[in-house]
Nanobody, 121 residues
Framework: EVQLVESGGGLVQPGGSLTLSCAASGFTFSSYLMSWVRRAPGKGLEWVSGINTGGYSPKYVDSVKGRFTISRDNAKNTVYLQMNSLKPEDTAVYYC??????????????WGKGTLVTVSS
């Protein structure tokens, strides 16, 4: 059974940092592209970042470029999202998502339950 468990969310002041983690199990983690997506209050899902199987060539939505860094540790079956210079508009539930393959031509087929990030003074 595929499981994705996010952690690391919380309340942080504007300009602060948080690191989210997603522990994966139930599949061959190193064979699949992984992503982070978010849902801000009252808004739809937004894809935030993705990382390929080897952990290189990360991709980001324009609004987080230069502030967020995605990484993965295939030995630990974990994907991370380092978030710096956080803004109130980053407030959202952040979800870890598994792609059905190793490229962006695949689709996201499994999601975690999410972790809440609140950026507020």
């Amino acid at each position: 059974e595929v499981q994705l468990v996010e952690s690391g969310g919380g309340l942080v002041q504007p300009g602060g940092s948080l690191t989210l983690s997603c522990a994966a199990s139930g599949f061959t983690f190193s064979s699949y592209l992984m992503s982070w997506v978010r849902r801000a209050p009252g808004k739809g899902l937004e894809w935030v970042s993705g990382i390929n199987t080897g952990g290189y060539s990360p991709k980001y939505v324009d609004s987080v470029k230069g502030r967020f860094t995605i990484s993965r540790d295939n030995a630990k079956n974990t994907v991370y999202l380092q978030m710096n210079s956080l803004k109130p508009e980053d407030t959202a539930v952040y979800y870890c998502a598994k792609f059905s393959g190793s490229s962006y031509l695949a689709h996201m087929d499994y999601w975690g339950k999410g972790t809440l990030v609140t950026v507020s003074s």
